[in-house]
């Protein structure tokens, strides 16, 4: 097996960091801060092979920090509980726990010097520590704050782990915490999972190579690739804004435009494999997927259904509409989806939609099928134009003649006594009242008929 040294030079690779500037946006490179959190408890004084647990736990953890002195962006601090107070009959003191050495460029040798010191004592108290933790990270509005949990035993105070992290993580204090179990029996393993990633150390090499594993986590990016996939399962779908969500804090962790690369294939991201996320594919609809966990240290791939294709609407002839805009749902729903331009293209996820056209009066057209990779052409006819003239102001509306029934279509001005408006072919009625008549038997009605690309004269 290679030394901590070798496996620790060869994490910090500086593509990193480059990628993930890239990714997030922001011009200064993003810092790391590892906050190691050591049992101090005085199961610690335990045999482990060839030595106890935490002689063997901080010699390795000193080769660590030390590894760590050349890495760029990079700041460790060391926190620990149960060092402090002894157990007495008296009882546990749940409080036992201490920043120990704070963050810094240039602490490594601190942490190592306060590493040799540490003797365990006194309970496990790794609630408390936790809640503690979070205020070990200075206030940083370009950092990953990433804590290291180095235990033996299971909380033995009131606190719930468990929820402690949880709590942390949507608030946004930290990313999804690391817990390296020392020589655990398999019957408590479980306690640990809902804390964060966990990680059993049976033995001194298992922990030597769990703790490289970790680092290579923590400092690593691991890449990402978004297949949207068409009705034959095919990542064909590109060209969509991405946005992914962390899952607990639901803060934005990176925003995407897909893209395909030169081959075709869909692009490679660079995604941090510290935490759950939601991904939200900005189509319309819009598609999800969340509680997705990434890999570290291999390549994921994210499979979302987006088949998608066009709508487009004409008119037959010239539009006499000025900026004429048709309302977008899906089958039978009210909400709408998108208010899309006329005479313009728009993409849609496959399926049936209703439209509804604002023309005069509006029109309607139901259950049109956006097919694969297709544009579906929805045509209405040319309008009309009916020109009004009024012996005088007054209150007037235009009714549409539908069989037996008038319905309303809109309202003339009172401020005008001749008038223009755009209407759709059929059959219609003028109905009118001058202003200063104060019976309803002055009012006058005219019929008139609109056909596609002609003018209607109509006077009172």
Same mark, same amino acid.
């Given at each position: ?14 593509? &990193?960091?480059? @990628? ?22 005085? @199961? ?14 901080? +010699? ?9 002195? @050349? ?11 149960? #060092? ?19 963050? $810094?460029?240039?602490? #490594? ?68 915490? &690391?817990?390296?179990?020392? $020589? ?22 298992? &922990? ?47 925003? &995407? ?5 030169? +081959? ?17 594919? #900005? ?25 998608? $294709? ?102 003339? @001005? ?11 072919? $059929? ?34």
């Amino acid at each position: 097996m290679r030394s901590l040294k070798t496996i620790f030079s060869s994490l910090l690779l500086l593509a &990193f960091f480059a @990628s993930s500037n890239i990714a997030s946006g922001q011009s200064e490179p993003q810092k790391t801060r590892i906050l190691f959190v050591l049992d101090g408890s005085q @199961s610690m004084y335990a045999r482990w092979e060839n030595g106890q647990k935490m002689q063997i736990a901080t +010699r390795l953890l000193r080769k660590l920090v030390d590894s760590l002195k @050349s890495a760029e962006n990079v700041e460790l601090a060391l926190r620990a509980y149960g #060092h402090q107070s002894s157990v007495t009959p008296q009882g546990r003191n749940c409080k036992d726990t201490k920043l120990e050495v704070p963050f $810094g460029p240039t602490n #490594h040798e601190k942490i190592k010097d306060r590493l040799q010191t540490i003797r365990p004592k006194g309970t496990t108290l790794i609630a408390y520590s936790l809640e503690q933790a979070a205020n070990d990270f200075p206030a940083c509005g370009n950092c990953r704050n990433v804590i290291i949990l180095i235990t033996d035993g299971i909380e033995e105070c009131d606190g719930d782990p468990c929820a402690v992290s949880l709590a942390l993580q949507k608030r946004g204090v930290i990313l999804k915490p &690391f817990v390296i179990g020392l $020589g655990l029996d398999p019957s408590v393993m479980d306690a640990f999972k809902c804390v964060g990633n966990f990680y059993d150390a049976k033995d001194e090499a298992t &922990f030597k190579q769990v703790l490289g594993i970790v680092i290579s986590q923590a400092l690593n990016n691991t890449t990402t690739q978004v297949n949207l996939l068409d009705e034959l399962n095919k990542p064909t779908e590109t060209n969509v804004p991405m946005t992914f969500y962390d899952h607990f804090s639901g803060q934005v962790r990176y925003n &995407f435009v897909h893209t395909m690369d030169s +081959r075709g294939n869909p692009d490679t991201i660079p995604i941090d494999p510290l935490g759950t996320y939601d991904l939200t594919v #900005h189509t319309i609809p819009e598609v999800e997927k969340t509680d997705i966990d990434i890999i570290p240290g291999k390549h994921n791939v994210i499979a979302v259904d987006a088949a998608q $294709g066009d709508l487009e609407l004409k008119m037959g002839g010239y539009n006499e509409y000025e900026d004429l805009k048709v309302l977008v749902r899906k089958k039978d729903e009210t909400d709408i989806l998108v208010v899309q331009d006329f005479n313009q293209k728009q993409r849609y996820l496959t399926g049936h939609y209703d439209l509804e056209i604002l023309t005069l009066p509006r029109t309607v057209v139901e259950d049109v099928n956006v097919a694969q990779s297709r544009t579906t052409t929805v045509e209405i006819p040319q309008a009309g134009i009916v020109t009004i003239s009024l012996p005088s102001k007054g209150i007037g509306s235009i009714l549409l003649e539908n069989g037996d029934k008038l319905e309303w279509v809109c309202n003339l @001005s009172e401020l005008n006594t001749r008038e223009s408006i755009v209407l759709q072919p $059929g059959y219609y009625r003028v109905v009118y009242r001058p202003l200063n008549a104060k019976q309803s038997i002055y009012t006058k009605e005219e019929s008139f008929k609109i056909t596609s690309g002609q003018s209607t004269q109509v006077k009172l």
